[in-house]
């Protein structure tokens, strides 16, 4: 089994990253092929492999016919029962194979929604005003690492992506959290160095921006909330989520060999598998 490097490590073709390839879609703005990063030997990640993406309940039907035409074999929806229940199924894709695989956002989602609908400024400041939106959100990192039926639902996806050889979608609700973790840790299970990983979970931010400012002023103007931008810390990725998962990824495993093998269940040949699928 070859290991991955430490994560710590910096390297300087982070400098240089490719940016992934936005899928230009009119119902979902965070999908994305995370092909075209270099990796720590010089190879790249293969497009065609791995897309990353928002939820796809609003999709067009040109939508549809795009991603159809990508030869997305699977979709694996990350969402949880309630959020489904709220935004709607995904829009199915031709010869695609839906999979409902749940990762638990603590509630989140939820919790977002009842503060919204208080329509209360003042129970929504104290639910969220002083840090504690932000402290929510670290919450949540920690357990992609502590919750077992995370780490499961993580590892099952790792293990899927190495044994297929069309595209896999895989998504969450605003496809920066769980989605954005996933890949990460994807993208160092193959080797692509740490600041290159870092940078494409932070792309969320470029892509989401104008859908989440929208957002919070349809919100301001319907008269539901006085101060929306408390949801900011909500919408954003940020170095500090990311960190707060890696930290316990450290303090449980050691390093992210560790965590891929004892946390997420990846044997060396999987790792070696998904290496040869996602890397030309």
């Known amino acids: ?3 991955a490097p430490p994560l710590a490590t910096a390297q300087p073709e982070a400098e240089s990253a490719v940016a992934a390839a936005r899928i230009d879609l009119q119902g979902a703005v965070n999908v994305r092929d995370i092909g075209g990063y270099r990796t720590y030997d010089g190879e790249k990640v293969k497009p065609g492999k791995a897309i990353r993406g928002d939820s796809l309940e609003k999709l067009t039907a040109t939508d549809v016919q795009k991603l159809a035409s990508l030869q997305v074999q699977t979709v694996i929806d990350l969402r949880t029962p309630g959020e489904v229940q709220f935004a709607g199924a995904d829009k199915p894709i031709p010869g695609a194979r839906q999979v409902a695989r749940p990762i638990d956002d603590t509630g989140l989602f939820q919790q977002m ?7 209360d400024p003042q129970k929504q400041e104290e639910a ?3 840090g504690k939106a932000e402290q929510i959100m670290l919450n949540m990192y920690t ?4 919750r077992q039926e995370s780490r499961a639902a993580f590892g099952q996806t790792i293990k899927d992506l190495a044994n297929t050889d069309k595209a896999t979608l895989y998504h969450c609700t605003a496809g920066k959290d769980r989605t ?20 494409d979970y ?4 470029q892509y989401r921006a104008a859908a989440d400012a929208a957002l919070r ?18 919408q954003e990725v940020r170095d500090a989520y990311l960190n707060a998962a890696v930290e316990k990824m ?31």
């Not at 357990?143 to 502590?146: A, D, P």
């Not at 299970?189 to 870092?198: I, K, L, S, W």
């Not at 002023?217 to 909500?234: H, R, S, T, Y």
């Open 1 to 3: 089994m070859t290991t």
């Open 113 to 119: 929604l009842a503060v919204i609908q208080t329509r």
């Open 128 to 130: 969220l005003g002083n």
């Open 143 to 146: 357990t992609f690492i502590s």
């Open 180 to 199: 954005g973790w996933l890949t990460y840790v994807l993208l160092r299970a193959v080797g692509v160095p740490e600041g290159t990983a870092r940078q």
């Open 202 to 205: 932070l792309l969320s931010n």
């Open 217 to 234: 002023q349809q919100l301001k103007q319907a008269g539901v909330m006085q101060n929306p931008d408390l949801l900011i810390p909500l």
């Open 250 to 280: 450290r303090q449980d495993y050691g390093d992210l060999g560790k965590y891929l093998t004892q946390g997420l269940g990846l044997d060396g040949g999987t790792i070696l598998k998904l290496r040869r699928n996602l890397v030309t």
